[in-house]
C-alpha cells in the first residue's frame, strides 16, 4: 500500500492567492482527517470526514478555509484567500475507523509570503 | 479539554541509555496512543493503549496507563540514536476524535 499520498509537498504562494492541498487516503479507511502543525500551536485537528461526510469541522480556523471529501478516495483542504499566518505543515491522515490507528501523509508545507 | 500533554517538552540522553515520557490528560478517555514524528515527517504510529489494559511493549517499547491519575508513560530502553524524534500522545474519549498534545523532543546522542 502506498499510504496516505498528499500533494503538493511544498506550495509557496502570495498573500491573496487560493491555494488546495489534496490528499489520497489509504484504500478501505472510512475516516480522513485534516491537521494543521506549527511551532506555536502544534498539531491541531482541522476536520474530520467519516464516510466522506463531514463530521467536526470547529476546527477549522475561520471562512477562508474550505475542505471537501467528493469521494472515498480524494480529499481537499482549500485556503481562499491565503494569508501569511497559514504558514505551516498540512497533514493527511486516515484510519480503518475513527477510534484507532491514523495513518499520517508526508504533509505539505505551506509558505504565504 | 481532552488533550493530552507531555512531559517533558524535551529530553536530550546519550546513546544506550532509557528515554521516559509522560502523558497526562483530564478526562476519561477509551484509549491512547503514541506516535513518533520525525523532523519533516507525518506522524508514525507507535502503540495504542486501552483504557482496561495497564502496560503494553512493542520491541524496545513501553507504555503504562494509569487511568487512576489519568497519565501514561513511553519508555523506550537502550535508545539509538535513530529514536530522536518529536513524540506525542493522543487521547481518544467520547468524542472518538484522538486529540493530540504538544510532543515531547527526544535527542539521542551517539
Not at chain 2, 524535551?10 to 541509555?17: N, P, R, T, V, Y
Not at chain 2, 514524528?37 to 517499547?61: A, D, P, T, W, Y
Request: include cysteine; charge should be neutral; proline fraction near 5%.
Amino acid at each position: 500500500d502506498a499510504g496516505v499520498i498528499q500533494s503538493p509537498r511544498h506550495e509557496v504562494t502570495e498573500m491573496g492567492q487560493e491555494v488546495t492541498l489534496r490528499c489520497k487516503p489509504i484504500s478501505g479507511h472510512n475516516s480522513l482527517f485534516w491537521y494543521r502543525q506549527t511551532m506555536m500551536r502544534g498539531l491541531e485537528l482541522l476536520i474530520y470526514f467519516n464516510n466522506n461526510v463531514p463530521i467536526d469541522d470547529s476546527g477549522m480556523p475561520e471562512d477562508r478555509f474550505s475542505a471537501k471529501m467528493p469521494n472515498a478516495s480524494f480529499s481537499t483542504l482549500k485556503i481562499q484567500p491565503s494569508e501569511p499566518r497559514d504558514s505551516a505543515v498540512y497533514f493527511c491522515a486516515s484510519s480503518l475507523t475513527g477510534q484507532e490507528t491514523q495513518y499520517f501523509g508526508p504533509g505539505t508545507r505551506l509558505l504565504v509570503l | 479539554s481532552q488533550q493530552g500533554e507531555e512531559d517533558p517538552q524535551a529530553l536530550s540522553i546519550q546513546e544506550g541509555e532509557n528515554a521516559t515520557m509522560n502523558c497526562s490528560y483530564k478526562t476519561s478517555i477509551n484509549n491512547l496512543q503514541w506516535y513518533r514524528q520525525n523532523s519533516g515527517r507525518g506522524l508514525v504510529h507507535l502503540i495504542l493503549i486501552r483504557s482496561n489494559e495497564r502496560e503494553k511493549h512493542s520491541g524496545r517499547l513501553r507504555v503504562t496507563l494509569d487511568t487512576s491519575k489519568k497519565s501514561s508513560s513511553l519508555l523506550i530502553t537502550a535508545s539509538r540514536a535513530a529514536d530522536t524524534a518529536s513524540y506525542f500522545c493522543a487521547t481518544e474519549g467520547g468524542s472518538y476524535i484522538p486529540t493530540f498534545g504538544r510532543g515531547t523532543s527526544l535527542i539521542v546522542h551517539p
